[in-house]
């Protein structure tokens, strides 16, 4: 969960950096919005969404005691920049475990990978590992390998996609994404926080 946090928090360091740069105006909170996703099934491409607010220089609140970043954390970035007259809008996975080859990891992303090609979004993919090599889990076969691999084959053809790996690197399931989606870019993040920098290329698309 802090992860995410962390790396959300660079994402918006990122967008104010670019507001700060000569803008004619300051950055405002509205111009980063973060919504996280969820798939009620894994048999329909239906999508629930809810608003991740920025709250007192963090993404989760003092009081939480329940994690809202679970595994696998799928968000919709919108983000308005001074040298765009749009906003700038993609599709972010972030997977705060060093390895998962589950079934239900897979076919949710695949749903948006879907998404991602149907609607012409960009897609990033973000592997946050552990600084430290941790044990490691036993791989399963999930079962669905092949249409998992197609989603990301078929949303790499379409749209802009690329992996930010941090920390020890993708593993299972996360490695065959890396592999499908082709553009990778190695962080080399102590504690897989974030620079400004590299998280400046991912608001920039």
Known sequence: MEEVNRALLALRAAVAAQWHKGAEKSFDESYLMVEELSFPTTTSNEVLSKRVQYTEGSYILANQTSSPF??????????????????????????????????????????????????????????????????????????????????????????????????????????????????????DAPGCTYSVESSSRIAEG
């Open 70 to 187: 679970s595994g696998l954390a799928l968000f919709q970035v919108t983000a308005r920049l001074p040298k765009t007259v749009e906003p700038v809008s993609f599709y972010m996975s972030m997977e705060s475990r060093s390895l998962d080859t589950s079934r239900t990891r897979q076919i949710n992303l695949c749903q948006l990978l879907q998404r991602a090609h149907e609607r012409k979004i960009p897609f990033i993919n973000v592997v946050l590992g552990s600084s430290v090599i941790g044990p490691q889990r036993t791989r399963r076969s999930s079962g669905i390998t092949a249409p998992f691999l197609a989603a990301a084959t078929d949303a790499a053809k379409c749209v802009p996609t690329m992996s930010l790996i941090a920390g020890t690197g993708a593993r299972g399931s996360n490695a065959l994404l890396c592999g499908a989606l082709r553009r990778v870019v190695l962080l």
